[in-house]
């Protein structure tokens, strides 16, 4: 069974960075994209960055040039390293696990599994 599971969130001032990290088991190599979507309040869960199983790299345009996406030091990690980050980052990040085409990588509903999410606070 795949799981996956969040860690790094926190309460940070704007300007400041944050790494999350998500740990996945249950899954082999490469087999999966591995991705990052936030949801605040109100709003929907929309599509922050993925990494892509050969190992490619998309993001949203809202975070281009700051957030960065890549494996962890650890076997089936994926970080989420966030900086210059503005109130607007403000939300439940959660990681989540896909094998969908590369056109349809940014729709969450082609990802099959998720973490449980890590609040991310940006406010002064």
């Known amino acids: 069974q795949v799981q996956l599971v969040e860690s790094g969130g926190g309460l940070v001032r704007p300007g400041d960075s944050l790494t999350l990290s998500c740990a996945a088991s249950?899954?082999?190599?490469?087999?999966?994209?591995m991705g990052w979507f936030r949801q605040a309040p109100g709003k929907e869960r929309e599509f922050v960055a993925v990494?892509?199983?050969?190992?490619?790299?998309y993001y949203a345009d809202s975070v281009k040039g700051r957030f960065a996406i890549s494996r962890g030091n650890a076997k089936n990690t994926v970080d989420l390293q966030m900086d210059t980050l503005k109130p607007d980052d403000t939300a439940v990040y959660y990681c989540?696990?896909?094998?969908?085409?590369?056109?349809?990588?940014?729709?969450?509903?082609?990802?099959?599994?998720w973490g449980q999410g890590a609040q991310v606070t940006v406010s002064s």
């Open positions: 249950g899954i082999t190599g490469n087999s999966y994209h």
């Open positions: 989540a696990v896909s094998r969908a085409v590369l056109s349809s990588i940014r729709d969450p509903n082609m990802y099959l599994y």
């Open positions: 990494l892509s199983r050969t190992s490619h790299t």
